[in-house]
């Protein structure tokens, strides 16, 4: 089966930093993503990680354990305009890999207050 | 110079209707996708297609129907609208072989009266 797990809502403060969990049971792995979604718009990508360890690009650091089955998107140096919804993704490498769709997560949506 | 674009951005319609969403990627992508977002923002698979050859067709009911007339191009219609319809369907496009991130469409807000 395929399950992907991440919290439902976080708040925090501007300036402090926050860590998004997910953790994911598929049938096969080729790849994880986190999505960035303001409400009422779409989906914008923010990173990816296939090896285990940290990628981190700006502000924004995502980690992976692929034994685990579990990541985590760490935003530094929160602001105002990083309230939105998160959503974790995995690629099923399984499916044909020219149209490989990603499972997502239900998403996490952070509010940020000042 | 937009990437993904869709339209309408928004459609309200009646049971029973039939109607069609498009799309078009402007960004030279193979693989084209369409995803189901629920009222409890759950983003779904429904279909994939690439170079115009459908790939992935998930448990989606046979009233919808995609069509890719090329592959820069993803139209979806929906027969005989039910209520359940009701959601924000997004196009996405994506080029195999290197990380391969899916760009998204704006949305279309489909509501079923």
């Known amino acids: 089966g395929q399950n992907i797990d991440q919290p439902t809502e976080m708040t925090a403060t501007e300036g402090a930093i926050v860590q998004i969990n997910c953790t994911y049971q598929?049938?096969?792995?080729?790849?994880l993503f986190w999505y960035q979604q303001h409400a009422g718009e779409a989906p914008t990508f923010l990173s990816y990680?296939?090896?285990?360890g940290l990628e981190e690009k700006g502000r924004f650091s995502s980690f992976l354990s692929r034994s685990k089955g579990y990541s985590y998107l760490l935003l530094k140096e929160l602001q105002m305009k990083d309230s939105a919804s998160y959503l974790c993704?995995?690629?099923?490498?399984?499916?044909?890999?020219?149209?490989?769709?990603?499972?997502f997560g239900k998403g996490t949506t952070l509010s940020v207050s000042s | 110079d937009t990437a993904v674009s869709q339209t309408p951005k928004y459609l309200v319609t009646q049971m029973g209707n039939d109607k069609s969403i498009k799309c078009e990627q402007n960004?030279?992508?193979?693989?084209m996708y369409w995803y189901k977002q629920d009222s409890k923002k759950f983003l779904k698979i429904m279909f994939s297609?690439?170079?115009?050859?459908?790939?992935i067709n998930e448990t989606v009911p046979n009233r919808f129907s995609p069509k890719s007339p090329d592959k820069a191009h993803l139209n979806l219609h929906i027969n005989s609208l039910e209520l359940g319809d009701s959601a924000v369907y997004f196009c996405?496009?994506?080029?195999?072989?290197?990380?391969?991130?899916?760009?998204f469409g704006p949305g279309t807000r489909l509501t079923v009266t």
């Open positions: 990680n296939v090896l285990d």
């Open positions: 996405a496009s994506s080029q195999p072989g290197q990380i391969y991130e899916q760009y």
């Open positions: 960004l030279g992508h193979d693989t």
């Open positions: 993704a995995v690629r099923d490498s399984h499916q044909n890999q020219a149209g490989t769709a990603l499972i």
């Open positions: 598929t049938s096969g792995f080729n790849g």
């Open positions: 297609y690439n170079n115009k050859e459908l790939i």
